[in-house]
């Protein structure tokens, strides 16, 4: 069993930045692949990035890509989301995702899910 807790979400104008941060509870952090999710109102789900255990391996979503950055700390069982260059449609539910080993882009393939965390981005 893992438990995530999202943080650092909020109100911030267009152009601005946020670090979403993602805190796993599970020692071995490490055997996890770690994605990142979001959800607007009247929208589904909507891969953003996704990372593999040791961070060798990312992957973005094409609407985020040049503007978020993935990247885990594996030492603080944690998994971060930089947001630069954040443009109104990019307000949601963020949420972060763990999956044994393989690193996925499937929403469906993650087996562990925190509460998310919300962004939102005036214009």
């Known amino acids: 069993q893992v438990q995530l807790v999202e943080s650092g979400g909020g109100l911030v104008q267009a152009g601005g930045s946020l670090r979403l941060s993602c805190a796993a509870s599970r020692r071995t952090f490490s055997d996890y692949a770690m994605g990142w999710f979001r959800q607007a109102p009247g929208k589904e789900r909507e891969f953003v990035a996704a990372i593999s255990r040791f961070g060798g391996t990312t992957y973005y979503a094409d609407s985020v890509k040049g503007r978020f950055t993935i990247s885990r700390d594996n030492a603080k069982n944690t998994v971060y989301l930089q947001m630069n260059s954040l443009k109104p449609e990019d307000t949601a539910v963020y949420c972060c995702?763990?999956?044994?080993?393989?690193?996925?882009?499937?929403?469906?393939?993650?087996?562990?899910w925190g509460q998310g965390t919300q962004v939102t981005v005036s214009s």
């Open positions: 995702a763990a999956r044994p080993f393989r690193t996925t882009t499937n929403s469906g393939n993650y087996d562990y």
